[in-house]
T-cell receptor, first 118, second 112 residues
Framework: DGGITQSPKYLFRKEGQNVTLSCEQNLNHDAMYWYRQDPGQGLRLIYYSQIVNDFQKGDIAEGYSVSREKKESFPLTVTSAQKNPTAFYLC?????????????????FGPGTRLTVL | SQQGEEDPQALSIQEGENATMNCSYKTSINNLQWYRQNSGRGLVHLILIRSNEREKHSGRLRVTLDTSKKSSSLLITASRAADTASYFCATDGGGATNKLIFGTGTLLAVQP
C-alpha cells in the first residue's frame, strides 16, 4: 500500500522534554510538509522540504526542528523552546513538480499525531 | 498567516439537502483546492480548480471560483451522514512554491 504514515498516534510529553514525531512516505514524493492544527482552527505550516537535504521554515517554525536525510522520511522535533506544543500535528507530502510551474501540487496527508504536554 | 476564511464556520443540515460553503482569500492565486477532514484524522484532497477555471465538478461536488471577488464555493449535493466533516479551502498564494495556505474551515454536520 502506498501512503504516508505518522507515529505515534498519541504522544505525551513532560514540560522541558524534546520529542520527535515520525513521518514516512512511500509515494516517491519529493516534497514534504509539517503542519500544526489547534482545536477549531486551520492548518499552520511549520516546516517544509522540497528535496532531500533541504528544508525551509514555515510560518511558525520557532521551537521546532526538522531533518530530511532520506526522501521517505521527514521527522519533526518539538523542542522545549516551543512554549505551547499541545496540538495535533499533521505531515503531508506532494510530488513536488509544481514549483514555478504556475500550479501547486495536491498534498497527501498522514493520520496525524496528537501531542499533549503534561 | 491564514489566507482563506470559510463561511459559515459551522453548518447543520438534514440528509438529502445540499450544503454550500464559501471561501474567501486575500491575494492572487494559481489554483485553489478543497480538502475534507474527518474528526481527529488527516486531510483528504477533494478537488482542485485553477485560476482560469470558473467551475468544476466531481461526483456530488461542485466548486466555483470567482477570482475577481477572490472567493470560491463548494457545493455538496444530496448530502449523506458520511459527509459530516470539516472542509477547508487552500490556496497557493500565487507564489512559485508548493506551499498551501489553509483557511479556517467549515464544520458540516449532516443529520440522518
Amino acid at each position: 500500500d502506498g501512503g504516508i504514515t505518522q507515529s505515534p498516534k498519541y504522544l505525551f510529553r513532560k514540560e522541558g522534554q524534546n520529542v520527535t514525531l515520525s513521518c514516512e512516505q512511500n509515494l516517491n514524493h519529493d516534497a514534504m510538509y509539517w503542519y500544526r492544527q489547534d482545536p477549531g482552527q486551520g492548518l499552520r505550516l511549520i516546516y517544509y522540504s522540497q528535496i532531500v537535504n533541504d528544508f525551509q521554515k514555515g510560518d511558525i517554525a520557532e521551537g521546532y526542528s526538522v531533518s530530511r536525510e532520506k526522501k521517505e522520511s521527514f521527522p519533526l522535533t518539538v523542542t522545549s523552546a516551543q512554549k505551547n506544543p499541545t496540538a495535533f500535528y499533521l505531515c503531508a507530502s506532494s510530488i513536488g513538480s509544481g514549483t514555478g510551474g504556475g500550479w501547486t501540487d495536491t498534498q497527501y496527508f498522514g493520520p496525524g499525531t496528537r501531542l499533549t504536554v503534561l | 498567516s491564514q489566507q482563506g476564511e470559510e463561511d459559515p464556520q459551522a453548518l447543520s443540515i438534514q440528509e438529502g439537502e445540499n450544503a454550500t460553503m464559501n471561501c474567501s482569500y486575500k491575494t492572487s492565486i494559481n489554483n485553489l483546492q478543497w480538502y475534507r477532514q474527518n474528526s481527529g484524522r488527516g486531510l483528504v484532497h477533494l478537488i482542485l480548480i485553477r485560476s482560469n477555471e470558473r467551475e468544476k465538478h466531481s461526483g456530488r461536488l461542485r466548486v466555483t471560483l470567482d477570482t475577481s471577488k477572490k472567493s470560491s464555493s463548494l457545493l455538496i449535493t444530496a448530502s449523506r451522514a458520511a459527509d459530516t466533516a470539516s472542509y477547508f479551502c487552500a490556496t497557493d498564494g500565487g507564489g512559485a512554491t508548493n506551499k498551501l495556505i489553509f483557511g479556517t474551515g467549515t464544520l458540516l454536520a449532516v443529520q440522518p
